[in-house]
C-alpha cells in the first residue's frame, strides 16, 4: 500500500488525484475498520490512517473516506476550538481546496464559502493567487494551505491576500518545512531537473524550501504574523488518536 500511495502521488497531477481516488480509497478503507482513530473532518474512525507520502511514508496519515492529512485534522481541530469559522457564518476564501473540507465548509458558510485554483476542477474559480479577483476587504477568513511553496511570488501573493481581507479578518498560511530548516529561506530558479529539484525543494514542483525567516516574510505582506502551538496540547495519544503531528506549527496571518 505504501509503494502504491507513493507511486499515485508522485506521478499523477494533483487535480486527477483529487476527482478520482476517492473511490478506490473507501474501499480500501473497507479493512481498516476499528476504533483506534478518528478522523475529526469526517469522524470515520479506523484501526489506523492509510500511510501517505512522496518517498519516504508516513504511517496513520491520510484518511481513507474523506482524503484527510494530519494537517487537515489539526487545521479543523484548531477552526472548531479557538476561532469563530464553524459558528458564524463568514465569507470564506479557500485557495486550491482541499477535498476533505469543501462540504462541510459549504455547508456551514453556503454561497459566502468560495473556493479557487488556478487549475483544480473542484474549484467555483479558476485564479491566479497574484491577481485575486475580488475587491479589497471583502472576506473575513481566506485558507491558503501549502501553496505559497508553488507560486512565483509568495510575497505578492500574501500582500494580494491582505488586500482582500477585512480589517480583523485572518487567514491561515500552512507550508511545508523540511529538515534541515535553513535560517533563510531559499529559492533558485536556475534548477531546473526534476530530481535535483525533488531533493534540494522537497517536490519537483516546489520553488522554495522555507526556513526560519517564513513569519517575517508573512509580515512583509502586511499581515500580522502568528506561530499557533495548538498541536503541542495533545497528548501522545489523542494526537496518534486524531492522526496529528504534535510539532507542526499553524501559521495565522491577521488584518489590523
Known amino acids: ?25 473507501k474501499t480500501v478503507g473497507l479493512f481498516y475498520f476499528g476504533n483506534n482513530v478518528e478522523c ?10 492509510l500511510p501517505y507520502g512522496r518517498i519516504n511514508s508516513r504511517e496513520n496519515a491520510l484518511c481513507p473516506n474523506c482524503l484527510s492529512l494530519e494537517r487537515h485534522r ?9 476561532t469563530d469559522f464553524f459558528t458564524k457564518k463568514l465569507n470564506v476564501l479557500h485557495i486550491a481546496p482541499e477535498y476533505c473540507y469543501m462540504k462541510p465548509f459549504e455547508a456551514q458558510h453556503g454561497e459566502n464559502y468560495i473556493t479557487a485554483d488556478i487549475e483544480s476542477p473542484l474549484a ?21 494551505n501549502h501553496v505559497l511553496e508553488h507560486v512565483d511570488d509568495d510575497i505578492k501573493a ?9 480589517p480583523g479578518g485572518w487567514a491561515i498560511l500552512q507550508v511545508p518545512f523540511f529538515n534541515p530548516i535553513p535560517d533563510q529561506t531559499f529559492e533558485d530558479n536556475s534548477i531546473t531537473d526534476p530530481r535535483e529539484r525533488e531533493k534540494i525543494f522537497g517536490q519537483n514542483d516546489h520553488v ?6 517564513y513569519v517575517v516574510r508573512i509580515e512583509r505582506s502586511g499581515l500580522k504574523a502568528f506561530e499557533e502551538n ?20 499553524i501559521y495565522k496571518g491577521e488584518k489590523s
Open 158 to 166: 500574501m500582500n494580494e491576500i491582505h488586500r482582500v481581507l477585512k
Open 124 to 144: 467555483k474559480v479558476k485564479m491566479d493567487i497574484h491577481q485575486i479577483p475580488f475587491p479589497e476587504n471583502h472576506f473575513d477568513v481566506v485558507l491558503c
Open 230 to 249: 495548538f498541536s503541542q496540547k495533545f497528548l501522545a495519544e489523542q494526537a496518534y488518536y486524531f492522526g496529528i503531528v504534535r510539532n507542526e506549527t
Open 74 to 82: 489539526l487545521i479543523w481541530l484548531y477552526l472548531k476550538e479557538k
Open 40 to 49: 475529526a473532518v469526517c469522524n470515520h474512525h479506523y484501526k489506523k490512517f
Open 208 to 213: 522554495r524550501k522555507y526556513g526560519k525567516d
Open 1 to 25: 500500500m505504501k509503494k502504491i500511495i507513493s507511486l499515485l502521488v508522485r506521478f499523477v497531477p494533483r487535480k486527477y488525484l483529487q476527482l478520482f481516488s476517492g473511490i478506490g480509497l
